[in-house]
């Protein structure tokens, strides 16, 4: 359908279908075992949750959505605003220092997660509980909904038909090109990104992997002439 093909590069009707079944397993279940195994069953979610697993679920590839970018891009997101909300500043001051410093520490350790800015913004924002020192309440369910949810993510990705955690290589039942001989190497790549300018959401490796499946497809056309 022409209605999916705008959306990102590969995406189709059943990878965004597979997404929603993925999401609405995973928001739920997520939910209903921290209920069950939390010593603070509420908030059973956190609203950032609803961010990752749009990540998780419809771009499992992206490095945004790994297990390391959403367990650990939360957890020290959460740690970060925390911290932050406990300085003498205005609020907007906070809220702008938390998210930005949750930047700065999630690009350091290689776990940089979108949503681990709204984790932040929210520890700022979570009213008097957490102003009185109560940090358990926001930082439990952000460690264990983050958890459970890459847990759930790792078990669905086992039948959707894409890999998780990402690895750069074709998905064993895709009808492709066997043991595709790319020129373009990895150093290439990097040049091509520095000559751009940009940070793309999508790894190196996979960049070199697709480059060359097209360079095997863009000879067997001319083959094919």
């Keep these: 359908m022409r209605l999916f093909k705008p959306l990102l590069a590969g995406g189709n009707l059943r990878d965004r279908l597979v997404a929603c079944v993925g999401a ?7 939910g209903l075992t921290y209920a069950e195994i939390s010593p603070f069953p509420h908030p059973a979610l956190v609203a950032p949750m609803g961010a990752s697993a749009v990540l998780l679920f419809a771009v499992p590839s ?3 959505a790994q297990p390391w970018s959403i367990i650990g891009g939360n957890c020290v997101s959460v740690l970060m605003g925390l911290a932050i909300a406990q300085l003498p500043l205005a609020p907007l ?40 020192g109560h940090y358990e309440l926001l930082a439990v369910p952000v460690v264990l909904n983050s958890v459970l949810l890459v847990a759930i993510g790792w078990f669905f990705h086992r039948y959707s038909g894409h890999s998780y955690p990402h690895r750069a290589v074709p998905v064993m039942w895709r009808d492709v090109p066997a043991e595709p001989k790319p020129s373009v190497s990895l150093e290439d790549v990097d040049k091509a990104l520095a000559d751009l300018g940009e940070t793309f959401d999508v790894s190196r490796e996979d960049l070199a992997l697709l480059f060359g499946l097209a360079e095997t ?9």
């Design 93 to 132: 001051a906070e809220a702008g220092l938390a998210v930005a410093s949750a930047i700065a520490i999630m690009s350091i350790l290689r776990c940089l997660h979108p949503p681990g800015g709204a984790v932040a913004l929210s520890a700022v924002l979570a009213g008097p509980a957490v102003a009185a």
């Design 62 to 64: 992206s490095p945004l």
């Design 217 to 225: 497809h863009a000879l067997e056309r001319q083959k094919a002439r």
């Design 24 to 30: 609405f397993l995973g928001i739920g279940l997520a």
